[in-house]
T-cell receptor, first 115, second 114 residues
Framework: KAGVTQTPRYLIKTRGQQVTLSCSPI?????VSWYQQTPGQGLQFLFE???????NKGNFPGRFSGRQFSNSRSEMNVSTLELGDSALYLC??????????????FGEGSWLTVV | AQTVTQSQPEMSVQEAETVTLSCTYD???????LFWYKQPPSRQMILVIR??????QNATENRFSVNFQKAAKSFSLKISDSQLGDTAMYFC???????????FGQGTRLTINP
């Protein structure tokens, strides 16, 4: 069974550009969450989707958005990139969501560097 | 607000020793889960152990066990017979009913020395 797959793994963008990151959850998993990891702020929750509906959103500006497709694959988009957006973006999937009692599986992350 | 605090930024022990990582959390919720995740240099987060708040019995997974003190809001991880492969960042995390998210501590960098 394939794990959580994130693409691209590494990317470099210029300030002001936008970026789209993709996450394919484990087959059968309907919940996808996104987290940002930085040395200064640690791991912070971005948003969670379940069956194409955003159920929760973290405290990030509107430049950060996401969506989930009918096949549970998810994308997150960051517009007007800032230097501070440089981070590891982690995607996680589970059958029912973080509180469902199911194990939450993480992908290897997408490393974003903004220059 | 829900918070998770890991007071040990770094720890280092010799192989085969036992090590305990500390975690405290703050919540007014009564229904929640606690987790320990391991993040090796590959950066993939791997679940080590999980504890349901309503269970009084401490969770155990092979060499990993927790000491869950609900009244004190403490959730420490004990690693017995530590191995070189245990070297990683360890994160304590928490979720509660309706949250649909994990709240993470700042992490403890654990190094197992040969």
């Amino acid at each position: 069974k394939a794990g959580v797959t994130q693409t691209p793994r590494y990317l470099i963008k210029t300030r002001g550009q936008q970026v789209t990151l993709s996450c394919s959850p484990i087959s059968g998993h309907r919940s996808v969450s996104w987290y940002q990891q930085t040395p200064g702020q640690g791991l912070q929750f971005l948003f969670e989707y379940f069956s194409e509906t955003q159920r929760n959103k973290g405290n990030f500006p509107g430049r950060f958005s996401g969506r989930q497709f009918s096949n549970s694959r998810s994308e997150m988009n960051v517009s007007t990139l800032e230097l501070g957006d440089s981070a590891l973006y982690l995607c996680a999937s589970s059958p029912g969501g973080p509180f469902s009692g199911n194990t939450i599986y993480f992908g290897e992350g997408s490393w974003l560097t903004v220059v | 607000a829900q918070t998770v605090t890991q007071s040990q930024p770094e720890m280092s022990v010799q192989e085969a020793e036992t090590v305990t990582l500390s975690c405290t959390y703050d919540t007014s919720e009564s229904n929640y889960y606690l987790f320990w995740y391991k993040q090796p240099p590959s950066r993939q987060m791997i679940l080590v152990i999980r504890q349901e708040a309503y269970k009084q019995q401490n969770a155990t997974e092979n060499r990993f066990s927790v000491n869950f003190q609900k009244a004190a809001k403490s959730f420490s991880l004990k690693i017995s017979d530590s191995q070189l492969g245990d070297t990683a960042m360890y994160f304590c995390a928490f979720t509660y009913q309706g949250a649909q998210k994990l709240v993470f501590g700042q992490g403890t960098r654990l190094t197992i020395n040969p």
